[in-house]
């Protein structure tokens, strides 16, 4: 629940000063959650004391869990992280208030995505990405492009037919497209602003005959609409930037999962790599 539904449900009076503080906190919701106690607390006249109670009335653990609900909607709510520096820079915090506010936000986007994922949906992608004679791409551009080169690394371990879909090189992503059909599956990521590249990407594969799961912030991404499966991984941050902590948790237990239903071709695998990886990369101390 946010504060306006806090207050909506919250079915004992408040005293004259805690009905202030509420119209001051809902008429600024929610960018006037992010001054400090303090300043809330001067523009009713009352104490940062009495802000701290009301908001434990409320049902926050604590002024930082509200002032953490208040910055994801101010980053759902902005598009760009040059509009958000300013709304989640206003209050100044110190180096260690960032290192304590980071750590709170991603334990609650982990959280929330792990409660509210589509159980179905995971199941579906595995079974999908582990079909036989299936050709798995992966594609992710700009913010996205770590997820899928993490991804498309570990997954190549496990299947034989990886390949990860770049916007630099010989090819161009029209090329790389060229020809997909019934048997490729596309494992795709995006994340606002959202890639216009990939939800085109997302769209041919259907249009072609292949299926798509996606990997996103927002079931209302624009490439959503055009997949078969959908993961959304929530990435709210104290900074201007977003972080994708769960949707990395999300991929790693996607990863998990397709090495349980690839156990033994992974087996397999690995134990050639570890001879090539020893022949060609690994030097022991003094040799040339």
Known sequence: ??????????????????????????????????????????KVGTSPS???????????????????????????????????????????????????NALLHDLHNLKETFASIDAAAFESAVRLLTQRKARVHVLGFRQAAPLASHVALYLNMCLPAVKPMAAAGPLS????????????????????????????????????????????????????ASAHHVLVARSSSASPFDSYTAAFSVCNALLAAVAQRRKQALGDALERGEGLWDAQWIRSPGGE
């Not at 802000?51 to 910055?71: D, F, H, I, N, T």
């Open 173 to 224: 992503l029209e090329d790389q497209l060229l020809w997909i059909d019934e048997a490729d599956v596309l494992l795709a990521f995006t994340f606002r602003r959202y890639s216009v590249a990939t939800a085109g990407a997302v769209k041919y594969f259907r249009q072609r005959g292949g299926k798509v799961v996606l990997i996103t912030d927002s079931a209302s991404a624009p490439a959503a």
């Open 1 to 42: 629940m946010n504060l306006n539904q806090r207050i909506a449900s919250y079915g004992r009076k408040l005293s004259k000063t805690e009905r202030l503080l509420v119209e001051e906190m809902q008429a600024r919701y929610p960018q006037g959650l992010l001054e400090s106690a303090t300043a809330l607390a001067k």
């Open 50 to 100: 009495t802000v701290v109670r009301l908001l434990a009335k409320l049902g926050y653990e604590s002024y930082a869990q509200a002032q953490m609900e208040a910055r994801s909607e101010v980053t759902a709510r902005l598009a760009s992280p040059g509009e958000r520096a300013d709304a989640v820079g206003a209050d100044n915090p110190s180096a260690r208030a960032c290192l304590n």
